[in-house]
């Protein structure tokens, strides 16, 4: 595909419920990365995705939250038991890689937004 | 702790005046830093980077190390400038964002 593809685009659900976030990064880009963007917050970093190394997770803001990357490629984020504070725009990114370094350009998906009743 | 700090949630001006979207920043090291903006119904996307020192649709930012800031700039706001625009400080590997100003032009 031409861009990040990040699904659903809009998900309701109850709180309490678990949720499954899907991202399909651009073929090539080795680093995936997800952000959360809440009115008045920013866009506040989750976790990050770099080949086969450790991911970063030092941004899940608890045990609920966990994601993976299968294959280098596509990434899930889930929610367990999620609660109304979790409502927010979830944004995947990638990014090349430049000579090993990454550059700072984060290709963006149009994001999930989750809505928690 | 690396921070981005924008202070202006909103900023309003009237087409052909002058834009600035104010961005400090706290690093310890030395800054790479970045404007993201996001224009309604679209994907939040690169408009420029302090290392390449480009003007991106007449949009210019100088990093200023004595006062920490990395300011956004426009002489003559254009109503397609209306948006989210996001400062961001790369630390590593990770972008730290600022919490978004929204700017409205108005013809």
């Given at each position: 595909g031409a861009g990040v593809s990040q699904s659903p685009s809009n998900k309701v659900t109850e709180k309490g419920k678990d949720v499954e976030l899907r991202c399909d990064p651009i073929s090539g880009h080795t680093a995936l990365y997800w952000y959360r963007q809440s009115l008045g917050q920013g866009l506040e970093f989750l976790i990050y995705f770099q080949g086969n190394s450790a991911p970063?997770?030092?941004?899940?803001?608890?045990?609920r939250f966990s994601a993976e990357r299968t294959g280098g490629s596509v990434s899930t984020l889930t929610i367990q038991?999620?609660?109304?504070?979790?409502s927010a725009v979830y944004l995947c990114a990638s990014s090349p890689r430049a000579s090993g370094v990454n550059t700072g350009e984060l290709f963006f998906g149009e994001g999930s937004r989750l809505t928690v009743l | 702790a690396q921070r981005v700090t924008q202070p202006e949630k909103l900023l309003s001006v009237f087409k052909g005046a002058p834009v600035e979207l104010k961005c400090n920043y706290s690093y310890s090291g030395s800054p790479e830093l970045f404007w993201y903006v996001q224009y309604s119904r679209q994907r939040l996307q690169l408009?420029?980077?302090?290392?390449?020192r480009e003007s991106i649709k007449g949009f210019t930012a100088d990093l200023n190390k004595g006062e920490t800031s990395f300011h956004l700039k426009k002489p003559f706001a254009q109503e397609e400038d209306s948006a989210m625009y996001y400062c961001a400080l790369k630390n590593d590997y990770k972008l730290s964002f600022g919490a978004g100003t929204t700017v409205t032009v108005r013809a």
């Open positions: 970063d997770k030092s941004g899940l803001p608890s045990d038991r999620t609660q109304q504070e979790d | 408009l420029l980077r302090h290392i390449s």
